[in-house]
């Protein structure tokens, strides 16, 4: 017979989005609308570029900020740590389909975009690329767009993934812990109820101070 295992106490999950990097460096201080053109335009240089060179320059560039400004490296490499695993099925998809070629150079533009969009999350508080979007979008507000409600919706999912991701987690251990591994609806469905809830509870929060003003 045999006898479930205990699950592990679920560990502190480092938020790897909606957080800022403590520090006071030049690139803490640097304008958070300066900063968000700068990925921009980053990014399009990357996806146009097309060149495993370009990409792997960008990740260099951002790898050297990143000790300039004194940011633990393990903050910055946070997110890939989480995504390693579709990384590593989206290079096998490449090469089955492609070549290694194509494999690296989408591999690499995704590496450049995601560190550099990190490096600017770490290292801007929330609020103000909240304010830098609804700055942003107010020109369409004649069109019906409402920069308010974007911009909070765009906080909220920053907060909202490290919670899920929790979840997905604490509902892995749990499956485990009842001998349900290969469950995919014992991992599945512990996500699915969380999310509702914590969607209904910050529906009630946003409710209470006022959504229809934003």
Known sequence: MRIPRRPRPLRPREQVLG????????????????????LALVTATVLLARDPLVSAGVVGVVLGAVVAARIPLLM????????????VVLVVLQVMLNDPLTAAEVLSRILACLLAAQLLLLTTEPADLVGVLRRVLAPLRPFGVRPGRVALAALIMLRA????????????????ARGLERDLRARTVPLLLGAVDHARNTGRALNARGIEEV
Do not use: E, N, T
């Not at 609308?33 to 700068?38: E, F, Q, R, W």
């Open 19 to 38: 957080r800022r990097a403590p520090g006071d460096s030049f690139l803490h201080r640097v304008p958070s609308g300066a900063k968000v053109l700068v």
């Open 76 to 87: 910055v490499l946070g997110l890939i740590r989480r995504l390693w695993i579709l990384l």
């Open 161 to 176: 993934i490290p919670y899920l991701a929790d979840l997905f987690h604490l509902g892995g251990q749990q499956a485990r």
